[in-house]
């Protein structure tokens, strides 16, 4: 793997962790404001009616990754007049999408809402309100899916984490006009999260007829090869995005049908500190994503198993740093953060963090079988096992256990899936699964107890508090760094590490 490359990556994920710092204090603030003036009732109606919607966010994730990969393949052939060409044919079919999801949510959505959820009787007509807010959200998002992708395949992350900061910036108001408005606060804060969506992606609109003017001209494409060729692939990607509605909005629908709305605050507050957390590796992968699809299309295989080891490690173990002192020290950040603590709130974090860890993994995996092209049979086999989780999971809650079984029937899932994928990997990307196992997953089985054990044991000792905090959390960290130091990195990866710091020092003056 060339230095370019490397420097190109590290570049780049700088730019998303500064605005992942940013994003991760605002979003922590806002959360604990918007709990406090909706209440723990509004909160939880707020999330279940945002799930509905979010059923379909599977559609963005699945085109994102769709329109990416096209864009990043044509680009790492140096196919430049190819590029317009794929752009104009992705907005056409994001146009035949956003008309679909309309249909289906003011359809088969609205009668989901009427008949279904738990919903207490003088909060559903503001319930429906804010749905209509939700799908104009959504309709926005997936019309700017184009403009998104083809930022991040010319690898422009300083614009992304500049946007991002603007979008924080913008929540930060709403939650001051939260605080001054005499109207339906719930209502509110709704068509104020509609407003800041619809101007952070007609950004990405701007920016990229600022900047990419041949590569973003729309065309009414009639290329009639590609289109087939791109609606075969998201249709199978689509398809495989049921599988995150079955970990994410399949739980929520499970939790408020069983236990109401109170639970669906629990898994929202706990949702907003995953996503935090996730936002360290979102960063990381997303700057790396553009080169696995680049080295693939270039057959530079060996490299490309070398790229996808590297961020399979590096990104467990960049959150296990993450994951530990939250883990330990949940119940105290969580009444230092929000004013009133839904119940289950603690335990679902610490589930999800641990899901999270395991999750880390999965991204170096699954781009680097979309950019084969070939996702039909992973995306049936992903789709069949993790569906079982519904099943799963009504059925323990049914025999009698509480609602921790369902998000440890989802850890269950995801380590299936987590294993089978690093063979199907192997067999259709042609990266070896031994040199997977031996090189990202064995290391980690030696990092991540070794590196539990220093906090673990100094949380028996230390007094509760602040002081608890500060020491459980710097022995965390130390010793997750130390474990990954001398026990996670060959000798070259050492080298290389040692190499840029002495490189930044020498710059310094």
Not at 91 to 112: A, P
Not at 327 to 342: G, M, S
Request: proline content about 3%; hydrophobic content about 55%.
């Amino acid at each position: 793997m060339s230095t370019q490359v490397n420097k190109r990556i590290a570049k780049n994920t700088l730019f998303l962790y500064m605005r992942m710092a940013i994003t991760l204090i605002v979003s922590l603030y806002t959360s604990r404001i918007v709990l406090k003036y909706l209440g723990v009732l509004d909160f939880g109606v707020f999330e279940i009616v945002n799930s509905i919607t979010l059923s379909f966010s599977f559609v963005i994730a699945s085109m994102t990754l769709v329109t990416q990969r096209f864009l990043n393949f044509t680009l790492g052939q140096g196919n430049s007049h190819k590029v317009s060409k794929v752009f104009s044919t992705s907005l056409n079919i994001h146009l035949i999408i956003s008309v679909v999801f309309f249909i289906i949510s003011e359809t088969i959505g609205l009668y989901f809402l009427n008949h279904f959820l738990n919903i207490p009787e003088e909060r559903c007509f503001a319930a429906k309100v804010i749905y209509q807010f939700a799908i104009g959200s959504m309709l926005f998002s997936v019309i700017s899916i184009p403009y998104n992708s083809l930022i991040i395949a010319h690898e422009k992350m300083s614009f992304i984490a500049g946007i991002s900061i603007f979008n924080a910036m913008l929540r930060l108001i709403i939650v001051y006009l939260l605080t001054i408005v005499h109207s339906d606060k719930l209502i509110a804060y709704a068509a104020f999260a509609l407003f800041v969506t619809f101007i952070v992606q007609c950004s990405y609109v701007w920016y990229c007829w600022r900047n990419f003017r041949e590569h973003s001209k729309y065309h009414f494409e009639r290329n009639t090869a590609l289109f087939k060729e791109m609606v075969a692939f998201s249709g199978w990607c689509t398809f495989g995005g049921l599988t995150s509605i079955c970990k994410s909005q399949g739980v929520n629908f499970i939790l408020n049908i069983f236990y109401g709305v109170t639970l669906n605050a629990a898994m929202g507050v706990a949702n907003r500190v995953a996503d935090a957390i996730n936002q360290f590796i979102a960063n990381f992968q997303t700057a790396a994503n553009p080169q696995i699809i680049k080295q693939y299309a270039a057959g530079h295989i060996d490299s490309l198993s070398t790229l996808i080891n590297r961020v399979s490690k590096f990104s467990y173990c960049l959150i296990l740093l993450l994951v530990l002192p939250v883990f330990f020290n949940t119940d105290f950040l969580l009444h230092l953060w929000l004013v009133k603590v839904p119940p289950y709130t603690t335990i679902f974090i610490q589930l999800l963090l641990i899901f999270i860890l395991l999750d880390s993994l999965a991204g170096p995996q699954w781009m680097s079988i979309l950019a084969t092209g070939k996702v039909r049979n992973y995306y049936i086999i992903e789709t069949i096992i993790t569906f079982f989780l519904i099943p799963l999971s009504i059925f323990l809650l049914k025999m009698g256990f509480d609602a921790t079984a369902v998000l440890v029937s989802k850890i269950a899932i995801n380590t299936v899936v987590l294993i089978w994928r690093a063979f199907f990997m192997a067999k259709n990307v042609g990266i070896s699964a031994f040199t997977y196992f031996k090189n990202a997953i064995l290391p980690i089985f030696f990092i991540t107890p070794i590196a539990i054990i220093p906090p673990l044991i100094a949380k028996q000792y230390l007094p509760q508090g602040w002081i608890d905090f500060i020491l459980s959390s710097t022995i965390a960290f130390a010793s997750v760094s130390l474990t990954t130091w001398f026990l996670g990195l060959s000798q070259n990866e050492k080298k290389a590490i040692k190499e840029i710091l002495l490189r930044k020092i020498k710059q310094d003056p």
